[in-house]
């Protein structure tokens, strides 16, 4: 089975920084282009950012670029997210998703996610 | 930025009713347009891809049309399984944009 599992999130400080980890199972991690997706508590879906496999290339929302940096190892089948200068607004739950058609595609699928809690 | 617009914000329906869901793009997004079905305490997953294109797994009951601005996800007969919050969200242009989100509960 494909699966997808964040792991990482907690309780920070605002200014603080967090590294999200996104192990990827039952397929080849290689081949796919990976994003970063938050949803904020009660809230809507925000896509945040996205990695290219085959030359790295990388997109980020407005809203993140410049503090959050995707990253990606193959070897490891694992995606990276490294927040710095976090914000009381940057509380969500936050999705790892494949691109379901290789270099693109739709989120497909997605983990389970993993909270990230921005507070004094 | 692609602005998409969810309608209505909640649909209250009972089972076996359809249901009728609209996404409007600020502009034009052909048709890479997709719908998510997300339950409470869960990740989204994938409903309709390219407008219209059921996902693995979807049942039949669930279809999709539309291309350009305006698109709509529709539920032929709602089971008790399809109440829920549907997000739909374009790949047409960076970055990528989810609408709102139209909650189906039941009536």
């Known amino acids: 089975d494909v699966q997808l599992v964040e792991s990482g999130g907690g309780l920070v400080q605002p200014g603080g920084s967090m590294r999200l980890s996104c192990a990827a199972s039952?397929?080849?991690?290689?081949?796919?282009?990976m994003n970063w997706v938050r949803q904020s508590p009660g809230k809507g879906l925000e896509w945040l950012s996205y990695?290219?496999?085959?030359?790295?290339?990388?997109f980020y929302a407005d809203s993140v670029r410049g503090r959050f940096t995707i990253s990606r190892d193959n070897a490891k089948d694992s995606l990276y997210l490294q927040m710095t200068s976090l914000r009381v607004e940057d509380t969500a739950v936050y999705y790892c998703?494949?691109?379901?058609?290789?270099?693109?595609?739709?989120?497909?699928?997605w983990g389970l996610g993993t909270l990230v809690t921005v507070s004094p | 930025e692609i602005v998409l617009t969810q309608s209505p914000a909640t649909l209250s329906l009972s089972p076996g009713e359809g249901a009728t869901l609209s996404c409007r793009a600020s502009?034009?997004?052909?048709?890479?347009l997709a719908w998510y079905q997300q339950k409470p305490g869960q990740a989204p997953r994938l409903v309709i891809s390219?407008?219209?294109n059921r996902a693995t797994g979807i049942p039949a009951r669930f279809s999709g049309s539309g291309s350009g601005t305006d698109f709509t996800l529709t539920i032929s007969s709602l089971e008790p399984e399809d109440f829920a919050v549907y997000y739909c969200?374009?790949?047409?242009?960076?970055?990528?944009?989810f609408g709102g989100g139209t909650k189906v509960e039941i009536k």
């Open positions: 998703a494949r691109a379901n058609q290789g270099e693109s595609g739709w989120f497909d699928p």
């Open positions: 039952g397929f080849r991690f290689s081949n796919y282009a």
């Open positions: 502009q034009s997004v052909s048709r890479y």
């Open positions: 390219d407008a219209s």
């Open positions: 969200q374009q790949r047409s242009t960076w970055p990528l944009t």
């Open positions: 990695i290219r496999s085959s030359d790295n290339a990388i």
